[in-house]
Structure formats: C-alpha cells, structure tokens
C-alpha cells in the first residue's frame, strides 16, 4: 500500500479552495482515515505552515499529530542534500517555506509518495518540489486529485 507524504500547499489548497470540511465531510473522513492508518503523513515543518497559513487546518492537524515525523538525523542530513544541490528551493519569495525540502527528505529517505498542489516551473532558478523530486530521480509528484483516483474514493 502507498504511504503518502504531503506537503503544506496541497492542505491548504484542500482545506480552503477544493474541499472546504463545511461542504465535503466525506474527503476529510477518508484523509482522516488514511492519516489513523499511518499512510498519509508529512514532516513536523508542514504542522509549523499551517499555523501560519490556516487557523482551523492547523487544528484539525494537531489533533493528529501522530501523522508528522520528527526531523531525524537521516532526513535532516538528507534535507541538508536537497537545499545544497537545489538552494533556490526555498527563497526570499513570501509565499516559499521552509518545509519544501523536509517534505522531499522525508519522501526520499522512506520511500514515499509526495503530494503537492505545487506544479514544476522547469526553472533551476525557482524550482518547485516536483522539479526538485524529478531531478533527484524520485517517482513524479501526484496532487490531490490523483491521490482521490489511486485510493479510489467518492467523495461527491
């Protein structure tokens, strides 16, 4: 079974433009599942964005705290890695964030699947974290909605 790691763009773009709770309980009970199963989880950064992005999603997502994984050696040395070959990952844009490059160690060092709503630019000098992931040789980046597909839920 897939374990998927997702990042802070791909919560946020759920919680507020796609899949508001108020109006689709339903995709949050089956992240929320996923999450209890121990097959959805992200690196403790992704917990710190989200308290400065969205209020609510950062409380749902410390009432599963369960689902971050602590910034071990392995993936701080392998973050380490990501930002001396790729530095301009995480840049002086206000909207860039210091998880990018966890999110890439953590999928990288486990094996994971990585989820982000972010699209690559093809650009060294603004990269995303699918061109950071197809650089490295890691399986392509999956949003959202192929996340939905390859789980196969019916969320409508």
Same mark, same amino acid.
């Given at each position: 079974?897939?374990?998927?790691?997702?990042?802070?763009?791909?919560?946020?773009?759920?919680?507020?433009?796609?899949?508001?709770?108020?109006?689709?309980?339903?995709?949050?009970? %089956?992240?929320?599942? %996923?999450?209890?199963?121990?097959?959805?989880?992200?690196?403790?950064?992704?917990?710190?964005?989200?308290?400065?992005?969205?209020?609510?999603?950062?409380?749902?997502?410390?009432?599963?705290?369960?689902?971050?994984?602590?910034?071990?050696?392995?993936?701080?040395?392998?973050?380490?890695?990501?930002?001396?070959?790729? &530095?301009?990952?995480?840049?002086?844009?206000?909207?860039?964030?210091?998880?990018?490059?966890?999110?890439?160690? %953590?999928?990288?060092?486990?094996?994971?699947?990585?989820?982000?709503?972010?699209?690559?630019?093809?650009?060294?000098?603004?990269?995303?974290?699918?061109?950071?992931?197809?650089?490295?040789?890691? &399986?392509?980046?999956?949003?959202?909605?192929?996340?939905?597909?390859?789980?196969?839920?019916?969320?409508?």
């Amino acid at each position: 079974m897939t374990i998927y790691c997702i990042d802070t763009s791909a919560l946020i773009a759920a919680w507020q433009e796609r899949y508001p709770p108020e109006n689709f309980p339903r995709f949050w009970g %089956l992240m929320d599942s %996923l999450i209890e199963d121990g097959r959805l989880v992200a690196p403790t950064e992704v917990l710190t964005e989200t308290a400065k992005r969205s209020d609510e999603l950062h409380k749902w997502l410390a009432e599963r705290k369960y689902m971050f994984r602590e910034l071990e050696d392995e993936i701080q040395i392998a973050a380490a890695g990501v930002l001396a070959q790729f &530095p301009r990952l995480v840049g002086e844009r206000k909207l860039r964030t210091s998880a990018d490059p966890f999110v890439i160690a %953590l999928g990288q060092v486990e094996s994971l699947q990585i989820v982000t709503d972010e699209k690559p630019t093809g650009s060294a000098q603004r990269p995303n974290i699918p061109d950071v992931v197809t650089a490295l040789g890691l &399986p392509p980046c999956m949003g959202l909605l192929e996340l939905i597909r390859a789980e196969k839920w019916i969320v409508g």
